[in-house]
């Protein structure tokens, strides 16, 4: 059955072609960019999605923007948290919440969204096998203290991605909620020499959307490739869940209910 799915950071990479499967596959999808420009070139990027919706993940403003005009596009079976920035900012960015640039896109964006977006059946939330190396104590969340590193700051995100997917699956039963690593893969994030698949890269979190495959119909695993992986086992820890959300809660003035 045809089934409706909204994909951060869909203008590129892996939303966009996971979005251009989705459509090849009958399913409808709701695309998202940054700006206006870049929604426009999603559209023509993906003929047949449903609808462009507009906003900056590194603004807590926006991201709210963002999931308000998703509300008023009626319910979704699936959202896929696809959006990210990499891991070789020089120095920390400062958004203007004053949260570092990769925290605000890759941790609290999808944090907010997950909160004020109306629940779906399905979460699907994109890591990296980077998460291993994150920093599982969660002090320093937004770098005032450590000397900048950006790869650090990434992994750290990946690891949050994680935390959040099994914190939400933790909280709302009904719903499957996944996170996955899609492997170093050649798009503008992963560069031109990344050594995995591409073709394989975006096929995980579509089938985790949509499949009505058992493996599929799952919640608080982590994939590679359709198969459940091993994540860092601190994710497994409720209480750092928690702590996780606290502070996604604390920086962004947004309750996960
Ligand atoms: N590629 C890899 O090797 C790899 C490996 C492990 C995990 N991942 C994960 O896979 C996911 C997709 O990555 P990708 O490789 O497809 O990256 P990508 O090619 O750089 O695409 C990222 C997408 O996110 C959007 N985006 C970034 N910052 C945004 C912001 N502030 N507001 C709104 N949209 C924003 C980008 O928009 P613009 O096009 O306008 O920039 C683009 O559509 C990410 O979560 C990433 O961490 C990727």
């Keep these: 059955m045809a089934k409706r799915v909204f994909i951060t950071g869909s203008s590129d990479g892996l939303g966009r072609m996971a979005a251009q499967l989705l459509i090849e596959q ?9 700006n206006a420009q870049r929604g426009e070139e999603a559209l023509s990027a993906v003929p047949g999605a449903e609808k462009v919706v507009i906003g900056d993940l590194s603004s807590i403003s926006q991201t709210r923007r963002v999931a308000e005009q998703v509300n008023r596009l009626g319910s979704f079976d699936a959202v896929i948290h696809n959006a990210a920035v990499g ?5 920390r960015i400062t958004t203007e919440d004053g949260l570092p640039h990769v925290f605000a896109v890759n941790t609290l964006a999808p944090y907010i969204l997950t909160a004020m977006i109306e629940r779906p059946k399905r979460l699907v939330y994109l890591s990296s096998g980077l998460h291993q190396s994150g920093d599982a104590s969660l002090t320093d969340l937004t770098w005032e203290a450590r000397p ?5 700051a990434y992994s750290d995100t990946k690891l949050h991605d994680v935390l959040l997917a099994f914190a939400v699956a933790g909280r ?3 719903v499957f909620s996944n996170a996955l690593e899609p492997g170093w893969v050649p798009t503008k994030m992963g560069g031109p020499s990344a050594p995995d698949d591409l073709d394989k890269g975006h096929r995980t979190q579509v089938w985790l959307a949509v499949s009505d495959d058992p ?23 409720t209480d750092l869940q928690e702590s996780l959300l606290e502070s996604c809660r604390r920086l962004s003035g947004v309750e996960l209910p």
């Design 87 to 91: 891991y070789q900012e020089p120095r």
């Design 172 to 174: 709302w039963p009904k």
């Design 148 to 152: 900048w590193r950006g790869q650090q």
């Design 215 to 237: 493996a599929a119909r799952v919640t608080g695993q982590y994939f590679y490739h359709r198969k459940t992986r091993k994540p860092n086992p601190a994710t497994r820890d």
């Design 26 to 34: 009958g399913h409808s999808a709701v695309l998202h960019a940054r």
